[in-house]
């Protein structure tokens, strides 16, 4: 049998290098009954890479592998942070195509005009437009619905602007996934009490969560995509091997890629 490399953890740290090792494993386990052997070529990068290797996902005796085993509507407004990933790209393409006016706040010009390219009505650079301000002067009546994926500051922006009825899906916490700083939790009432007084609702999401309807709309997803009506960007940058994931990632938290970020094998 061939051997095969893998990721390790051996520290709990949201520092990908300091955590991890690669190891070489002799013999490529056979596969059980109604199992497959897949072979890998590329390897995907997600913020949330750190919180397996944080043990954000629950913690076991190291060292241990690493890895893991809403309903549309139209002409809303709908903000979304980030939009230029591997997420929000897709999420601010179905937003249009379902005929929705979009915002999205990004960290510079060139994800201006990429998002732009994809037909995001307000693209905001949040390190040159003040984006709670921007929200209140050009849209006095809220935000209908926002994805959000970054927290901190992104999130009490989206907060302060959500519209009467307004919905928040919370899909991730990227500002608080790097480093030693926590959430805050002094700003749990105020944001209990704007959620009461506009009648919104706050939501998270966790695919793990949605086995059922995952075949039916990943089939949808590959059809807009074969037609044409929805673009799969992946970030220019080349990285090859397990050895340049630490790279890959600090590419991605120092907010320098555009579009998904992956590995050749």
């Given at each position: 049998?061939?051997?095969?490399?893998?990721?390790?953890?051996?520290t709990?740290?949201?520092?990908?290098?300091?955590?991890?090792?690669?190891?070489?494993?002799?013999?490529?386990?056979?596969?059980?009954?109604?199992?497959?052997?897949?072979?890998?070529?590329?390897?995907?990068?997600?913020?949330?890479?750190?919180?397996?290797?944080?043990?954000?996902y629950?913690?076991?005796?190291?060292?241990?592998?690493?890895?893991?085993?809403?309903?549309?509507?139209?002409?809303?407004t709908?903000?979304?942070?980030?939009?230029?990933?591997?997420?929000?790209?897709?999420?601010?393409?179905?937003?249009?195509?379902?005929?929705?006016?979009?915002?999205?706040?990004?960290?510079?010009?060139?994800?201006?005009?990429?998002?732009?390219?994809?037909?995001?009505?307000?693209?905001?650079?949040?390190?040159?437009?003040?984006?709670?301000?921007?929200l209140?002067?050009?849209?006095?009546?809220?935000?209908?619905?926002?994805?959000?994926?970054?927290g901190?500051?992104?999130?009490?922006?989206?907060?302060?602007?959500?519209?009467?009825?307004?919905?928040?899906?919370?899909?991730g916490?990227?500002?608080?996934?790097?480093g030693?700083?926590?959430?805050?939790?002094?700003?749990?009432?105020?944001?209990?009490?704007?959620?009461?007084?506009?009648?919104a609702?706050?939501?998270?999401?966790?695919?793990c969560?949605?086995?059922?309807?995952?075949?039916v709309?990943?089939?949808?997803?590959?059809?807009?995509?074969?037609?044409?009506?929805?673009?799969?960007?992946?970030?220019?940058?080349?990285?090859?091997?397990?050895e340049?994931?630490?790279?890959?990632?600090?590419?991605?938290?120092?907010q320098?890629?555009?579009?998904k970020?992956?590995?050749?094998l």
């Open positions: 049998m061939p051997s095969y490399r893998r990721i390790q953890v051996d709990y740290s949201t520092d990908f290098r300091k955590a991890t090792e690669i190891v070489e494993e002799p013999e490529l386990p056979s596969p059980a009954p109604r199992n497959v052997v897949v072979k890998n070529h590329y390897l995907g990068i997600n913020a949330t890479d750190v919180n397996i290797t944080n043990g954000g629950g913690r076991t005796t190291l060292p241990v592998k690493c890895g893991l085993e809403a309903g549309e509507q139209q002409r809303q709908l903000a979304t942070n980030p939009p230029a990933g591997a997420t929000g790209q897709f999420v601010v393409q179905l937003a249009k195509l379902a005929g929705n006016h979009v915002i999205g706040a990004c960290s510079s010009d060139e994800k201006v005009e990429y998002l732009k390219s994809l037909g995001v009505d307000r693209p905001i650079n949040y390190k040159k437009e003040d984006l709670n301000a921007v209140k002067a050009e849209y006095p009546n809220g935000i209908d619905l926002a994805f959000e994926g970054v901190g500051e992104l999130f009490k922006s989206v907060l302060d602007n959500i519209a009467v009825f307004g919905r928040i899906i919370v899909f916490n990227v500002s608080h996934y790097h030693d700083s926590g959430p805050e939790p002094q700003y749990g009432y105020v944001q209990n009490r704007k959620m009461q007084l506009q009648s609702s706050l939501r998270g999401f966790q695919r969560h949605y086995p059922k309807d995952e075949p709309h990943l089939q949808r997803l590959q059809k807009l995509v074969q037609e044409g009506k929805l673009k799969a960007t992946l970030d220019p940058t080349e990285y090859h091997g397990f340049s994931i630490p790279d890959a990632l600090d590419r991605l938290y120092a320098k890629n555009i579009g970020l992956i590995i050749r």
